[in-house]
T-cell receptor, first 112, second 112 residues
Framework: DAGITQSPRHKVTETGTPVTLRCHQT?????MYWYRQDPGHGLRLIHY???????DKGEVSDGYSVSRSKTEDFLLTLESATSSQTSVYFCAISEGRDTEAFFGQGTRLTVV | GESVGLHLPTLSVQEGDNSIINCAYS??????FIWYKQESGKGPQFIIDIRSNMDKRQGQRVTVLLNKTVKHLSLQIAATQPGDSAVYFC???????????FGTGTLLAVQP
């Protein structure tokens, strides 16, 4: 899958706990994205990065923060998880703004 | 894997027929468009892309058409096969943003 690894692949956590999802790439691509996918909503952009320490908000950023301290890693943090954040989370990478994005296998997060 | 087909528009075709999947995009400044295929339990997979300086692009068994006047994108699949059954998404980026935004998706069901 184009050198993208998401971890963990599955996680169950309790409401109010912090959670961090990791996206690791070996392609040296500049752009990295975090999406969430829910039935009936398709893929919605949470945050994205266009370089080390360069990040911006997407469509559904409330309740999420990100960090990118090195090219290969993009972390998504839920500061205090809520049941509405139960979802499948996908990371994607692309070489440039106008080149195809490649997706990871996804992380299934359940907040109970 | 998790179902992402709930509440999605569905296109049902017979094996061997041609399929046409449509997408209306939102940003008139978008200049790069991608079609993705997503099978159950997997991440989206790149199919074909097109830039705004083109109105048609062909790949293997697939053709993408772009009509900028009405902000419409279509994906044509020739001789549809059972393995084409999946959810198909269009995505756009461009203008003043680096965001890659997805449409809601269409479920393609191929009947043998």
């Amino acid at each position: 899958d184009a050198g993208i690894t998401q971890s963990p692949r599955h996680k169950v956590t309790e409401t109010g706990t912090p959670v961090t999802l990791r996206c690791h790439q070996t392609e040296n691509h500049r752009y990295m994205y975090w999406y969430r996918q829910d039935p009936g909503h398709g893929l919605r952009l949470i945050h994205y990065s266009y370089g080390v320490k360069d990040t911006d908000k997407g469509e559904v950023s409330d309740g999420y923060s990100v960090s990118r301290s090195k090219t290969e890693d993009f972390l998504l943090t839920l500061e205090s998880a809520t049941s509405s954040q139960t979802s499948v989370y996908f990371c994607a990478i692309s070489e440039g703004r106008d080149t195809e994005a490649f997706f990871g296998q996804g992380t299934r997060l359940t907040v109970v | 894997g998790e179902s992402v087909g709930l509440h999605l528009p569905t296109l049902s075709v017979q094996e061997g027929d041609n399929s046409i999947i449509n997408c209306a995009y939102s940003n008139s400044a978008s200049d790069y468009f991608i079609w993705y295929k997503q099978e159950s339990g997997k991440g989206p997979q790149f199919i074909i892309d097109i830039r705004s300086n083109m109105d048609k692009r062909q790949g293997q068994r697939v053709t993408v058409l772009l009509n900028k006047t009405v902000k419409h994108l279509s994906l044509q699949i020739a001789a549809t096969q059972p393995g084409d059954s999946a959810v198909y998404f269009c995505a756009e980026t461009g203008g003043a943003t680096n965001k890659l935004i997805f449409g809601t998706g269409t479920l393609l069901a191929v009947q043998p």
